[in-house]
């Protein structure tokens, strides 16, 4: 072997074994000594990858182990090829063969950061896949052993996301499409949204821990701008407490009760498109839209180009998160944001508030041959404990994704806005934002009326409202969706019936309509050009047609 004394450890420095090329680097062996193909050979030869497998290879190096990978790999998979130091990323693309650095099934990025990983996620050969698989074939990996860990992590979190959400896709896409096109005939009435700017603002959320909150909310109220998610106002108005706003997002039936005693308030509905319409329309007040943006779909697309998009929320599943980004995203940025009820856990009894839908029917339910205590609590069928933020609590899986997905919520929003995002739930899981309490709630409102004591304040700080958002542009859009379902059913009816057929216009067109299938079980991977793909597509286009007509009737009321 040769002598390494006079090596610049700055650099990586090949060296020949006889066996192969090793690599030193910051005074350590990146291969071995003596056989430096072999281990990596080896473990590309012998890892167990499943179909629909990602395999995430830290620190390639050299590329040993990586055309043994790519020969065996089975359909539907792909390698991720990850280096966090760029002086080991160009020496690596100097000497991993190109015939895998072209590989189409092969991706190789540079890069200290997991989240830029993820933002390419979905632009990844052969995407989505069902796992990840981790592969290491050189000491480089040891190098940032922590990043890796931490990017193989998020990549699996991604993944399990990525099908959480593709189920709910399946269950409600069909709704989400349906409920959009519906509403944007209610769009032509809608009105910005708007919080007076010497006002802090509070959210109510549906969990337990917002009853704690009531009494301060009742001193203070008229500091507060009071939002409250839809499974939350009912009990704010049982106490006293009119919301200046209801965040709705509920897209099905089973939000109606949450609204009993609330029809005909007046109370400013702040409604995601794809919510329920007879649930928009609820209490008779003013509504502003957001949008959900579910799904990379055409529909969705078309609205934010047409201009006629309303200010988009990224998918959180849960309306308190949405509710939390969205204020954030609406409120001045110095003015605080203040939260109660985000506990995604509850301790002993009712999952959610006493005045929510859930405990209301436990209570209804109850008599005196099954008292309250055996009644069984609505959605906790995979309870489990674990410590919460004062002691054990009771969650669910998807309850403590929820809060994981708040914790970076609370990241992402710190970095945006200067005034705070205050939890002051007294219990529930970690949220990840600035801990406090409803008790000081005066403390906090005292010193925000001292910043802006001096400050010049002009009137209520309004969402810029968004061009197109009138009779005429929205007519139009509306218009050319069913124009555009017209000719799809057109070429789907030639297809089927063996037509000649432009197969590209029919692909593209079906892109651009796939929120007419993206709910089907068998769209993970895109649609497909059978028969009985293009049959149930053609089926469902009479449901979409019927939600247009609607929305025009609306909009020429």
Wanted: aromatic content about 8%; some cysteine.
């Amino acid at each position: 072997m040769a002598g390494t004394g006079d090596t610049d450890s700055r650099q990586p420095v090949p060296v020949e074994t006889g066996q192969g090329l090793t690599v030193q680097y910051r005074d350590r062996w990146l291969y071995s000594r003596r056989e430096p193909i072999k281990n990596p050979v080896r473990a590309a030869s012998t890892l167990v990858i499943k179909s629909e497998t990602l395999v995430f290879c830290p620190s390639p190096l050299l590329g040993y182990g990586l055309q043994e990978l790519l020969q065996r790999l089975p359909e539907r998979c792909a390698v991720l090829a990850v280096e966090a130091d760029e002086r080991l990323m160009a020496f690596s693309l100097r000497h991993i063969p190109d015939d895998v650095l072209k590989d189409p099934r092969f991706r190789y990025v540079r890069t200290a950061a997991a989240f830029r990983i993820l933002e390419l996620f979905d632009t990844l050969p052969n995407a989505p896949y069902r796992r990840v698989a981790r592969l290491d074939l050189s000491g480089g990996s040891a190098l940032f052993s922590e990043f890796y860990g931490e990017t193989l992590s998020a990549l699996d979190e991604y993944v399990s996301r990525w099908w959480k959400n593709r189920f709910t896709l399946m269950r409600l896409g069909r709704n989400y499409a349906r409920n959009i096109l519906t509403n944007l005939g209610l769009a032509k009435a809608a009105i910005p949204f708007s919080i007076p700017a010497n006002k802090a603002i509070f959210l109510a959320g549906a969990g337990p821990s917002i009853e704690a909150a009531i009494p301060a909310l009742l001193l203070h109220r008229e500091k507060l701008f009071v939002a409250a998610v839809d499974t939350a106002a009912r009990i704010l108005a049982d106490s006293g407490i009119n919301p200046d706003a209801l965040i709705l997002v509920e897209s099905q039936y089973w939000i109606d009760p949450a609204f009993h005693g609330l029809s005909r308030s007046g109370i400013p509905v702040w409604a995601d498109l794809t919510a329920r319409t007879a649930s928009v329309l609820r209490t008779g007040g003013p509504i502003s839209f957001f949008v959900s943006e579910y799904a990379n779909n055409g529909l969705l697309r078309r609205l934010r180009a047409s201009g006629a998009g309303p200010v988009a929320v990224p998918p959180l599943g849960s309306v308190g998160l949405a509710a939390v980004y969205l204020l954030s995203e609406i409120g001045m940025g110095e003015a605080p944001i203040f939260f109660s009820g985000l506990d995604f856990s509850w301790e002993r009894g009712f999952t959610h508030n006493r005045s929510a839908p859930a405990a209301l029917e436990a209570l209804e339910r109850a008599n005196r041959m099954r008292p309250l205590p055996l009644q069984g609590l609505p959605g906790a069928g995979n309870a489990e404990t674990v410590t919460g933020r004062t002691g054990p609590v009771v969650t669910t899986p998807l309850l403590e994704d929820y809060a994981a997905q708040a914790r970076a919520l609370a990241s992402r929003i710190a970095a945006k806005r200067r005034g705070p995002c205050v939890d002051l739930g007294k219990t529930g899981l970690d949220t990840g934002f600035i801990r406090g309490d409803s008790d000081g709630l005066g403390r906090y409102l005292e010193a925000f009326a001292k910043e802006i004591g001096e400050a010049e304040i002009d009137g209520d700080r309004e969402h810029p409202r968004q061009d197109g958002l009138n009779g005429e542009d929205l007519t139009d859009f509306l218009r050319g969706e069913g124009e555009r379902i017209e000719r799809l059913e057109t070429m789907i009816r030639d297809f089927l019936r063996g037509k000649d057929t432009d197969r590209a216009a029919l692909r593209e067109t079906m892109r651009e309509m796939d929120y007419l299938w993206l709910h089907f079980p068998d769209a993970a991977r895109g649609c497909a050009e059978e028969n009985d793909f293009m049959e149930r597509t053609l089926a469902g286009t009479g449901y979409f047609k019927k939600s247009i007509a609607r929305a025009l009737s609306f909009l020429s009321s």
